[in-house]
């Protein structure tokens, strides 16, 4: 999964686990990787649909399944991932987690207003 992200790219779980930071880099991203699947037993992340946002953004619904090692909470939700994709080598410089598709869209769209 690591290869899609460019080097310095940032991943940010930080709008729906308010408790993590957003991470840089290929090393933070994978020591932040680690870190959830020991705090969940079973965590899974399946594509439920995808599409083009425009201006180099994909989005992404996902169905996170799993359950909390310490506290044993179960977790069954759909969760929304905007990916911004630098051109040439379409690899992923930015990802972001929203709880929802209206959220990544308009943060898509504020993203794509802004560097025009």
């Given amino acids: 999964m690591q290869s899609m992200y460019a080097e310095d790219a940032v991943f940010d779980v930080s709008e729906v686990f308010t408790d993590v930071a957003p991470v840089q880099g290929h090393e933070d991203m994978r020591a932040s990787w680690l ?11 399946e594509p439920v649909e995808g599409f083009d946002a425009g201006d180099g953004h994909l989005i992404l619904v996902m169905r996170l399944t799993g359950v ?49």
């Fill in 35 to 45: 870190e959830m699947h020991e705090a969940w037993d079973g965590i899974r992340l």
């Fill in 68 to 116: 909390g090692r310490q506290s044993g909470a179960e977790v069954d939700q759909e969760l929304t991932m905007l990916y911004r994709i630098r051109p040439g080598d379409d690899k992923v410089t930015h990802a972001r987690l929203f709880h929802d598709v209206a959220a990544a869209v308009s943060e898509a769209e504020g993203s794509a207003r802004e560097t025009a």
